[in-house]
């Protein structure tokens, strides 16, 4: 399949665009914003510590390992929003997840080895997200259910399971094999951050280099318009929804693994992070744009800032302040972005 995406995915552009510079810039803007956010924090560890941060290896890993989680969330909704759609279940689905593995894991470890034990009750923590997200799929596609009021929906059943499977507290594993996949290192790297950046590369082939993102970037430009052109859109939604949902069991496995634990609350706080990822990341809320490049970039903004603001003693609570200036900055330049080029992403 061509990486060329078809006119039907992403509309023609124009042959002489207004201020193409600012607009290569608009779509460039997570990058810069990244690379600028690092340079400030560099300047202020030579300034004001006499270090660095940028090349500090332990500064790079922790940065790392804590955008897995909020990166494996915005993944799946990286495909839900180019679609025009919105998933505001996943927190709580990574929560089911993380706690569904961790009595998986326990229970099969009680008459089976150590490795099969961690192989099974990650399958069983990723398998039971695909439920959540069936239904989600089913009622935005064949009851037409507005995504935010059907995610939303899911979100307070997917939080209500969990905390009951969960008995309203933690459920700890002990099992090696597992810990390992959360905490141990391949030649010096997280398994973790090896785990999701392979991830991470197969979504992103999915979506610029097969049929699936071709039709997933169709139905966020005009849904009556991929009707028109035989694309199966209720079908197609399902999948979406589905491929959501199984980003979000991957994070509650990892982070059971991570923490050998499973807790309900797992993606709660993770909810608002992921979104925020794929907007800062250059998606458009009114769907049709949007890459796992820019997704990732979004992902390492939010790092970070959380990470660099504590790195220079500022309070935390200035990390939510500071994230959600970056959103609103994020959805300002997409509106600009959009006037600029006549209502047409390239």
């Not at 790092?303 to 990390?319: H, R, S």
Request: charged share 5%.
């Amino acid at each position: 399949m061509s990486s060329a995406p078809s006119s039907l995915t992403q509309g023609s552009q124009p042959a002489s665009g207004p201020h193409p510079l600012l607009l290569r810039i608009a779509e460039l803007r997570a990058w810069l914003f990244l690379i600028l956010l690092l340079v400030f924090f560099e300047l202020w560890a030579r300034i004001a510590y006499g270090s660095t941060f940028v090349f500090s290896l332990s500064t790079m890993q922790s940065i790392s390992i804590y955008t897995v989680a909020p990166l494996l969330l915005a993944l799946g909704s990286t495909f839900v929003i180019i679609s025009g759609g919105i998933d505001l279940s996943i927190g709580f689905i990574m929560g089911l997840s993380a706690v569904v593995a961790a009595h998986a894991v326990n229970m099969v470890g009680g008459f089976m080895p150590l490795f099969p034990a961690m192989l099974i009750g990650s399958v069983a923590g990723i398998a039971v997200a695909i439920i959540p997200g069936l239904i989600n799929g089913l009622l935005i596609s064949k009851l037409r259910v507005p995504p935010f009021i059907g995610t939303l929906g899911m979100y307070g059943v997917a939080r209500g399971v969990a905390f009951l499977l969960a008995g309203g507290t933690t459920v700890p594993v002990s099992n090696a094999w597992f810990s390992a996949l959360g905490n141990g290192r391949f030649y010096g790297l997280p398994v973790v951050v090896i785990v999701t950046v392979i991830f991470l590369l197969v979504m992103h082939y999915i979506l610029s280099q097969t049929r699936f993102g071709q039709h997933t970037y169709a139905i966020g430009a005009s849904e009556q318009a991929a009707l028109r052109a035989g694309i199966n859109v209720g079908w197609h939604t399902q999948k979406l929804y589905i491929l959501s949902a199984i980003c979000a069991g991957i994070g509650g496995v990892l982070y059971a693994a991570r923490f050998t634990a499973g807790a309900a609350q797992a993606g709660e706080p993770l909810l608002l992070d992921s979104i925020a990822a794929v907007v800062i990341g250059g998606a458009s809320l009114f769907g049709g744009s949007g890459s796992i490049l820019g997704t990732l970039a979004g992902s390492l903004v939010i790092a970070v800032i959380q990470f660099g603001l504590v790195y220079i003693n500022v309070e935390p609570f200035w990390q939510f302040v500071s994230v959600g200036v970056v959103i609103i900055v994020s959805v300002l330049v997409d509106q600009a972005q959009r006037s600029i080029s006549g209502g047409r992403r390239s």
